[in-house]
Nanobody
Framework: VQLQASGGGLVQAGGSLRLSCSAS????????MAWFRQAPGKERGFVAT????????DYTDSVKGRFTISRGNAKNTVALEMNSLKPEDTAVYYC???????????????????WGQGTQVTVSS
């Protein structure tokens, strides 16, 4: 089972990026998925999550109104649209999936057993 994250890059403050995460090896269409990030010297932290139906989302306060998480049509992919980027958004972004079907969203890392390899997002001031 693999989660492949892509879409990271270097962008100026105020710019936008769209991250994508696709799964292979199994389907996650009935599973909550999420994005976390880890800045240099800091612990990995929650960014956004979306439930299996796509109807429930949750965000960390610092990205509310700027980031949008969504699922693909087949619901086996998840995207993170990031607008109005700030230098403090610089981090490696990881996608994650809950192995249990039909679960509620959670901000806790322990709720996710599958992790992608990460994609670097760098926001310059």
């Amino acid at each position: 089972v693999q989660l492949q994250a892509s879409g990271g890059g270097l962008v100026q403050a105020g710019g936008s990026l769209r991250l994508s995460c696709s799964a292979s090896g199994r389907t996650f269409s009935t599973n909550t998925m999420a994005w976390f990030r880890q800045a240099p010297g800091k612990e990995r932290g929650f960014v956004a999550t979306i439930d299996w139906s796509g109807g429930t989302t949750d965000y960390t306060d610092s990205v509310k109104g700027r980031f949008t998480i969504s699922r693909g049509n087949a619901k086996n992919t998840v995207a993170l649209e990031m607008n109005s980027l700030k230098p403090e958004d610089t981090a490696v972004y990881y996608c994650a999936a809950d192995p249990r079907p039909f679960r509620s969203t959670t901000q806790t890392m322990g709720g996710y057993a599958y992790w992608g390899q990460g994609t670097q997002v760098t926001v310059s001031s």
